[in-house]
């Protein structure tokens, strides 16, 4: 399983974007791929803010009509809070959901924000 960061969503819906083609071929997989709900939020509005409302609410329609993507639960915001203030600045607050997310789960984030992977590396055995 994985947990999609807005890196990875963004890429797949913007064809100028430089991850666009490893986007559309991770997403492709077959691997569960969970979406927090903020981030899905954050990525539908950005596409719509820099696409049109109409861009922002196709993406929306692909993501929920993939089999193998799923909305995620809130994971409780005390942990998220705390990578937040950990990070001092070197992760968003959208990322840190994304980091308590894979920790929940126990998955591997699916980002193309090295900040991501390496806070999970250091919260990983």
């Not at 100028?16 to 709900?37: G, L, W, Y």
């Amino acid at each position: 399983m994985h947990v999609a960061d807005t890196s990875a969503l963004y890429a797949l819906f913007s064809e100028e974007d430089r991850f666009h083609e490893r986007a559309v071929k991770d997403v492709s997989r077959s691997d569960s791929i969970a979406v927090p709900t903020e981030i899905l939020v954050e990525t539908i509005d950005l596409l719509a803010y820099r696409f049109g409302t109409s861009a922002g609410k196709d993406a929306l329609d692909f993501l929920l009509g993939l089999p193998h993507v799923s909305i995620t639960e809130k994971v409780e915001f005390g942990a998220v809070k705390e990578i937040y203030d950990r990070a001092k600045g070197t992760l968003s607050l959208a990322d840190a959901f994304v980091v308590q997310t894979c920790v929940t789960l126990g998955a591997e984030a699916l980002a193309y924000d090295r900040r991501i992977v390496e806070e999970l590396r250091k919260r990983r055995p």
